[in-house]
């Protein structure tokens, strides 16, 4: 079945370093791929996505391609605040059923 | 625009008790999503409603959990009897069919004793 992997947390950096947060994902054919983010205490909110092979999402300075050809989307920020602190979650979706990935916790200090 | 609305946020029971969790949608989103969100792992989809019909049940675990959604819009997840197990945060979703995005509701933590 369809299944989404991403890297295990957390992630721990200094505010101001470069964040990357491998997520891969197993599909026949060509899902939407999408980034969740859950702040504390909040519920998941959608942080950026894209529709087809070689898009781009961006949103609040955090980007991710969809790369048909390694099946990825890694999510990555140039320069993290202590504000970006939360999970992170990767999922398939569009036509699919939404699946997503376990989540990775970035913490970051500052 | 209001969000998914949920209740209640927390419930504590014993095992082998009964619960409910109740799910008001955005307003005009067809399609409703309840997952399970075990600590420490990301949702796992129990249950897809399109309107008021069931698209996809394959995960709920049937001889303990049912979930119905009156009218195509309100959605309640029943659990009877709770296990030990079962202690997650239940999350509801409803997506737009425009661009496939989904929005959560805040969850209702379960914790079973």
């Known amino acids: 079945g369809d299944s989404v992997t991403q890297m295990e947390g957390p992630v721990t950096l200094s505010e101001e370093a470069f964040l990357t947060i491998n997520c891969t994902y197993t599909a026949t054919g060509y899902p939407s791929l999408f980034w969740y983010v859950q702040y504390p205490g909040e519920g998941l909110q959608l942080l950026l996505k894209a529709t087809k092979a070689d898009d781009k999402g961006s949103n609040k300075g955090f980007e991710a391609t969809y790369r048909k050809e390694t099946t990825s989307f890694h999510l990555e920020k140039g320069s993290v605040q202590v504000s970006d602190s939360a999970v992170y979650f990767c999922?398939?979706?569009?036509?699919?059923?939404?699946?997503f990935g376990r989540g990775t916790s970035l913490i970051v200090h500052p | 625009e209001a969000g998914v609305a949920q209740s209640p946020r927390y419930k504590i029971i014993e095992k082998r008790q009964s619960v409910a969790f109740w799910c008001n949608p955005i307003s005009g989103h067809a399609t409703l999503y309840w997952y399970q969100q075990i600590l420490g792992q990301g949702p796992k989809l129990l249950i897809q409603f399109q309107n008021n019909g069931v698209v996809d049940d394959s995960q709920l675990p049937k001889d303990r959990f049912s979930a119905e959604r009156l009218k195509g819009v309100d959605s309640t997840l029943k659990i009877q009897p709770a296990k030990l197990e079962d202690s997650a945060v239940y999350l509801c979703a409803t997506r737009t069919e425009y661009t496939g995005e989904l929005f959560f509701g805040e969850g209702s933590r379960l914790t079973v004793l």
């Open positions: 999922a398939l979706g569009g036509s699919y059923i939404p699946t």
